[in-house]
């Protein structure tokens, strides 16, 4: 089992930032790609940003510029600096992280979301 933990969502002003955490954990031999998805009310779960085990990023138009993704693979964490939020940019986000465990079997895992609401 892996298991996906978020943390520092909250509410925020327009323009405010926030920077959302994620740690990874369980039976893992390697995380290849980690990211970031969301899901605003009554809307499909969209792609946030990427990033590789070698520091490669993509990042979804909407965010560009503004989000930035990184990771420590050591730690097996990703992070989201979220800056000049807007209220479009609420939603519950979910981490994922895709990559092998321990018995070298395909993984993708999924956190339980954290929610971020932007005001304006």
């Known amino acids: 089992q892996v298991q996906l933990v978020e943390s520092g969502g909250g509410m925020v002003q327009a323009g405010g930032s926030l920077r959302l955490s994620c740690v990874a954990s369980g039976n893992i031999f390697i995380i290849n790609d980690m990211g970031w998805y969301r899901q605003a009310p009554g809307k499909q779960r969209e792609f946030v940003a990427t990033?590789?085990?070698?520091?490669?990023?993509n990042y979804a138009d909407s965010v560009k510029g503004r989000f930035a993704i990184s990771r420590d693979n050591a730690k097996n964490m990703v992070y989201l600096q979220m800056n000049n939020l807007k209220p479009e940019d609420t939603a519950a986000y979910y981490c994922?992280?895709?990559?092998?465990?321990?018995?070298?079997?395909?993984?993708?895992?999924w956190g339980q979301g954290t929610q971020v609401t932007v005001s304006s």
């Open positions: 990033i590789s085990t070698g520091g490669g990023t």
């Open positions: 994922n992280a895709v990559g092998l465990t321990a018995e070298y079997t395909g993984m993708r895992a």
